[in-house]
């Protein structure tokens, strides 16, 4: 029921964060230089999903917008 709202995704996208964080703490187990290359990792890999899938919506996106063009023409 939170996931409709609006800050109720912010709230499980903070909670998913802070857990990230807390599973990185007890891997390292308090060798900051190994948190710090962990986390620098999860962030690098978290970048590159989010592009990949942002590219792969746009282009899903053009297509829809281009066969929606291409009916609008036959039509005519």
Known sequence: MIW???WGKALYLLLG???LIGLDFLIAMN???LFFTVLGIEII???LI???VFI???RMKQKEQ???M???DVEE
């Open 4 to 6: 409709t709202y609006s």
């Open 17 to 19: 964060i802070l857990v």
């Open 31 to 33: 060798h900051y230089d």
């Open 45 to 47: 890999a978290a970048m």
């Open 50 to 52: 989010g592009w990949i």
């Open 56 to 58: 792969i919506l746009d």
């Open 66 to 68: 281009s066969s929606d």
């Open 70 to 72: 291409q009916d609008e």
